[in-house]
């Protein structure tokens, strides 16, 4: 069994940066794709940014893209997510996730990811 810990939210002003991190447990972390997702309140789960297991590729949504940056650590079995020049729009539970199977491919959508974090919550204020 896969555990993810996500941990690094909190209430921070507009233009302020937060690093969250996802901790992993077990000893296949560095076989895996991982991603941030987040969800708004009253609205769907959305992908925010995928690492491929040797971080050679990496996906950003359009949004985020240039402000956020998404890289891992498999000798710690920890990815993170640096966010940068934050904005209200950003404020969500932030989940990280583990890819279903072993391929290379980032998936966007939620169906993808079959080991999930209890999240992280971060509030933008304006």
């Known amino acids: 069994q896969v555990q993810l810990v996500e941990s690094g939210g909190g209430l921070v002003q507009a233009g302020d940066s937060l690093r969250l991190s996802c901790a992993a447990s077990g000893r296949t972390f560095s076989t895996y794709t991982m991603t941030w997702f987040r969800q708004a309140p009253g609205k769907e789960r959305e992908f925010v940014a995928g690492i491929v297991r040797t971080g050679v590729t990496i996906n950003y949504r359009d949004s985020v893209s240039g402000r956020f940056t998404i890289f891992r650590d498999n000798a710690k079995n920890t990815m993170y997510l640096q966010m940068n020049s934050l904005k209200p729009e950003d404020t969500a539970i932030y989940y990280c996730?583990?890819?279903?199977?072993?391929?290379?491919?980032?998936?966007?959508?939620?169906?993808?990811?079959?080991?999930w974090g209890q999240g992280t919550q971060v509030t933008v204020s304006s």
């Open positions: 996730a583990r890819a279903r199977d072993t391929s290379a491919i980032i998936s966007q959508r939620a169906e993808g990811y079959v080991y």
